[in-house]
């Protein structure tokens, strides 16, 4: 009943479809193609929908065709019609409310029903239809979305044949993704996944303006927050891109309000595939076309909005609430035409070929001054640039207009590996001090891109929200700090955050021990464990500490001692609270229906931030991450269940948990006997509940013995190979080796085995005989072994589907709850045991570190150089090479 895909599902799909046209296309036009698609099939279900919920019945949807034959249609009660003008308001009503109107033979789902009759041509004017169906009033919103169908088709084959080939293919893959509303940017997924996947040739040309989701979604928490009271947003992006931007704020704001349109949205984007991309995103993302303005055209050239009709005397400076960017990085742009361009003329004119300011200076003029916010992508240099950029820098400071800036980790986009920043402003501050946030360590690894985790992205937007000071992360600058260092911007000269390398003492490395100054440095560590250092280190009478114990004993010191215990178990507390306030938020199966699975991990995060204590050694933001890592399964899964709570409420239908289990369960049948009709479960799979939580919850001891004779399975193949690899290669011959394969015959070894125990010869200890007799009976208990598994196991299977369909309400809830919180609970309990054991290595490199000192080097120098002048003194040779060995005597001090 669920219609949601997961992204690593989308992902193999997306890639289905790209193989599908290598052969055609450029691996950057990919993306117009799939895209492309996508949006029809989205504009099709929409169109579908509504005619559905204005009454319309589906047997009558192909009525709405100018192709259609009437000659043997009746208009009377049985059908949505009355005349053929009722059909013709009906294609004028969608036309006026949605934009365009599609012909019931060029519907998504009449190509896939009619594949077989279905010609290129078909799909060719099927875009020709639609783009002359267009409601003026939105031509702006669709005109040329779909040109490439219209005018590209040519790339797809050198003839009709080819092309209807790879159209029929596309079509059909793309007929596995759902087009209705997912939890994330279905779009800019896809665009970031086929970036992602071709990035050697499509990154510099798709990247530079694809604005990765991570930096998207830190942007929007800032904006939204700021914005959070107001119930009507209007946000701009000038240089619009794939249009996440704009999609990430909206969505971020309507978290904080529940209005059906709080937002507006205003976009522009130069390059024609980007501007549809756009268009594309907004559109499938359900919003009123009345709420969307976008407009092809350069931002830096002619400014906007609004223009209508490109009439320039219809412009109207207009102010939002929110502008957000990511523009091209130091472009070139003609900054002789706009010395007197109200948007710059009070900040000055950005170079001619770095147009980073002048970007920011559009963003700014379009700010609603009493309260509205920007943020803006911008190279590292902009910082500390001289010239105009710093008379266009010190005057923003001096306004009091930079708020926030973001340092972001390098590689952070695709196509560029510079450093950028993120830079927030404000038109009207009461204050003039500036909020710096090194990012730049901030990150995790994927590929050859690094980028935020959830966890990072929340600690830096309410670092930046909640305007906080975290030492070595963030720091909030005065003015007069700022007008010191000459207005340079530089995160660098405020925050000190670059990875220390590491120290050494000199007292240490020539004579031995570890200071206390660098044992201070694991205070954090030896403030909560008290007495650890007292049982690990001692002082000599140097005043310098050593290591009391062996090395080897350090962990168990630790782990024995009744703070640290106290320590893990406070985390099992945790994690039994943790599970106790979710059965609060969720105590039965039928109340998910009123979880929204939006919410669930709202909830799950405030209980992280609000009600756990702070706890000595972890950060909450690691906590928060184990519980985004495992949010997904359960709000797909609260979702799912929720439907079909909801669609059977007005029913009194009993049993609906029995329901959920069998749709969502897959079984494969077999019969009991050869020829028999009794059948018996072979195999059972559920999206639901796996096999494993029933088994493991039911049949737990005959599960775990099966388990144990898997494994003695395993430990048998390697007793076999192992006896096997001491058998020498004279007693292997053809009964028993297969010399061309490489490996040994076991029928061969069985047979060997059956003829030395007929013999009754005395076998004697580590004989080759004696190898061969054992190996034969690890076969043997290998086969009685998988019999006991094979007879066993099919039984297990049949038992636990029987026992999956006649789960009470109470139990199927209780294992899907063991299901959602069991990898939570065990992350909580284990991220305790993780710090202390990096604290016991560290501990256990320090013993190390100063181990063998300079002094016990020169020693050891000293000693072998005295062994090698004894050896040297005795060796005789002829007279050449003993004046050379004398020399060396002499260099090593002998006499």
Known sequence: MGNKITKQKLGSIVWESANKLRKNLEAHEYKDYILGILLYKFLCEKQTNWLLSNGIWKSDLKCLDSKFDFSNFKFDDNTSFGSTEEIEDTKHSCIETNGYFIEYRNLFNSWIENKNVFEIQDFQLAFNEFSRSINEKYDYLFQDIFSVFEKSLDKLGSNSTEQKETINNLIDTMNKIPTSSQDYDVLGFIYEYLIAQFASSAGKKAGEFYTPHEVSDLMSKIIAYHLKDKNTISIYDPTSGSGSLLLN???????????????????????????????????????????????????????????????????????????????????????????????YIEYGIAPKKKADYAFLLHDLYHVDPRDGIMAIVLPHGVLFRGNAEKQ???????????????????????????????????????????????????????????????????????????????????????????????????????????????????????????????????????????????????????NYLNLKVDQDQIRDIVYLDSDVNKYLEHFKQLSNNFLNHFKTLVPSLIDIKNINSAEIEKLLSDYIFNQVEQIDLIDKYDLYQIVIDNIDVIKENIELISKYYIDNENEAKQNIHLEILKDESTVIWEAKKKNSEDVVVKEWTSTILDPVYIKNNYFKDIY?????????????????????????????????????????????????????KKSNQIVEV????????????????????????????KQLINDSYNKYLSLSENEFYELLVIKWLNNIVRMFEQKPVDVIDSYISKFELLSKKYEDTLEDINNQILKSEKELLNLLKDLTGEESDMRAIDELIKILGGN
């Open 249 to 343: 704020i909206g969505d971020e704001f309507k978290k904080y309000n529940k209005g059906s349109s709080p937002v507006t949205y205003y976009a522009q984007e130069l390059k024609n595939e980007t501007f549809n991309l756009t268009r594309m995103n907004l559109i499938m993302r359900n919003i009123n076309p009345n709420e969307i303005n976008v407009r092809r055209g350069d931002t830096l050239e002619t400014d906007w909005p609004m223009f209508k009709n490109e009439d320039l005397s219809t412009y109207k400076h207009l102010t939002v609430d929110a502008v957000v960017s990511n523009p091209p990085y130091s472009q070139e742009w003609s900054s002789e035409k706009h010395t007197n361009d109200p948007r």
């Open 392 to 542: 266009i820098r010190q005057k923003l400071v001096e306004n009091h207009q930079i708020d926030t800036i973001i340092g972001l980790p390098s590689n952070m986009f695709f196509g560029t590996g510079i450093p950028t920043i993120i830079m927030i402003l404000k038109k009207q501050r009461p204050t003039s001090d500036i909020l710096f946030v090194d990012a730049s360590q901030l990150y995790i690894k994927e590929g050859k891109n690094n980028k935020f985790s959830k966890s990072q992205i929340k600690k830096i937007a309410d670092t930046v929200n909640n305007r906080q000071e975290v030492e070595n992360f963030s720091k909030i600058v005065k003015f007069e700090e700022i007008k010191e260092n000459d207005f340079n911007l530089n995160i660098s000269r405020y925050i000190d955050n670059f990875k220390k390398q590491e120290q050494y003492d000199l007292h240490s490395l020539m004579i031995g021990g570890i200071s206390k100054q660098e044992l201070d440095s694991y205070n954090s560590f030896f403030s909560v464990f008290k007495n650890i250092k007292d049982k690990l280190f001692k002082l000599d009478q140097n």
């Open 704 to 756: 775990d013995y099966l388990n144990s004779q898997q494994e003695r399975i395993e430990e048998i193949n390697s007793e076999i190979e192992n006896t096997l690899s001491l058998i020498e290669q004279e007693d292997k011959t053809e009964d028993i080796y297969d010399f061309e394969k490489e490996e040994f015959n076991k029928t061969g070894i069985e047979n060997l085995a059956k003829s030395i």
């Open 766 to 793: 580590d004989s080759f005989e004696e190898k061969i007799v054992n190996v034969s009976k690890l076969y043997e208990q290998q086969v009685e072994i998988k019999k006991y598994i094979n007879s066993t196991n």
